[in-house]
């Protein structure tokens, strides 16, 4: 079996992309707005989370994306398709893997529990959007930075 050497900085910067993301798109400018009101959020509300709590476990969250992303771009692909070799190891391969999980993986995931709920359409694709541009950038870097 073939070893890969993970480097722990890439996953550690790529975690911090989701809070950078997150606040650019969720900004009330871009899509911030329209999430408050699609999602039925306040600023009352939004003022009494605890930030230490939700952004700590956030960064935490979105290491284990970044691993299971390295994972996908390092080790990932059939017979045939080596991964984690020249020529892939470019940030626009692994920027494809991140959001081809985005579209196979979130999309499904989210739009199913937005079903339940009975949440709308626009609020699934402002939060899938959101991960998919996320999860490309996160794997554009831990690819091109691997």
Known sequence: MEEFDINWI???VAAIIPLVTGF???HPK???TAWMKETGMTE????SMNPGKTYGLAVVFAFLIAFSLWAQV???G???EPHGVDPYMTFKHGAFHGALIGVFLVLPVF???ALFEMKSTKYVLINVGY???TMALMGGLINAWS
């Open 10 to 12: 890439a996953l550690i």
């Open 24 to 26: 650019i798109w969720y």
């Open 30 to 32: 871009i899509f911030g």
């Open 44 to 47: 009352e509300k939004a003022k």
């Open 74 to 76: 390092m080790i990932g």
């Open 78 to 80: 059939g017979p045939g």
């Open 111 to 113: 739009a199913t529990n």
């Open 131 to 133: 991960w998919i541009v």
